[in-house]
């Protein structure tokens, strides 16, 4: 019954989202600053699109009862959410100094970085972005880690899901859960947490949309050469 409701609620959660996607930016215009205002809503948008994708596959590994595939998914999903939310303090940062130095080199970073060398920017790193939303809600770091269990071949994420063994004698039974761990408790419950904590972030990161573009135009001439 309660794997049922919350799996009922993720799939509320996951439509809310949803209902935010953007499929088409029109072009942008010549004024200048329309640059960074257009790549940090893209950076946004970008980060959406990912949440409700992970999410929705999350989502369909926990119904399965697929546990290890199902943590790991909700790992990125904290991951994704974190930086959606880094990009709001940032955004938040460049409104109360009236400066955008910072911001811009965070939107570069974010939309453009890689750790592979496929591109000249570093991306930002994930941990620096979980420990920033812990901050506000401070269950992100230990759902994040205890997540992290199963996307290593840890004990977690190895013998304690896919074995079933019997003391003394080590006989063991394989397969998909059959210790009938709960999947609420180890892995459902955190996608619900972190789905109502994308919403409450992205919600936040539009109301401080206008504020945050107009702070750009103001600052925009002779600083931005769009």
């Known amino acids: ?6 799996i009922t609620n993720v799939d509320e959660y996951i439509e809310t989202l949803k209902d935010h996607l953007t499929t ?13 205002i257009r790549l940090s809503i893209l950076w946004r948008e970008t980060l959406l699109h990912r949440i409700v994708d ?3 596959v999350a989502k369909d590994m926990f119904k399965d009862g697929r546990l290890v595939p199902g943590c790991t998914l909700t790992r990125s999903l904290y991951e994704t959410v974190a930086m959606e939310y880094y990009l709001f303090t940032k955004v938040q940062t460049a409104i109360d100094k009236r400066s955008t ?9 974010g939309f453009f970085g890689s750790r592979d060398g496929s591109s000249r920017e570093n991306s930002l790193q994930v941990l620096t972005a979980i420990d920033h939303i812990d901050k506000k809600y401070d269950c992100i770091r230990s759902e994040y880690d205890h997540l992290c269990e199963y996307a290593h071949p840890n004990m977690k994420g190895g013998f304690g899901t896919y074995t079933k063994i019997d003391i003394p004698s080590m006989s063991v039974e394989f397969g998909q859960n059959p210790q009938k761990i709960p999947i609420v408790a180890f892995g459902l419950g955190a996608l619900e947490i972190i789905l109502i904590v994308a919403i409450d972030v992205h919600k936040e990161l539009l109301q401080v949309e206008d504020t945050f573009s107009k702070l750009i135009y103001d ?3 002779g600083k931005y050469k769009d």
Do not use: C, W
């Open 101 to 109: 130095d910072e911001i811009h080199k965070i939107v570069i970073s």
């Open 1 to 6: 019954m309660l794997e049922h409701k919350t």
């Open 54 to 56: 992970l999410a929705s």
């Open 24 to 36: 088409i930016l029109p072009p942008i215009k010549t004024k200048p600053g329309e640059k960074l």
């Open 219 to 221: 600052l925009a001439p």
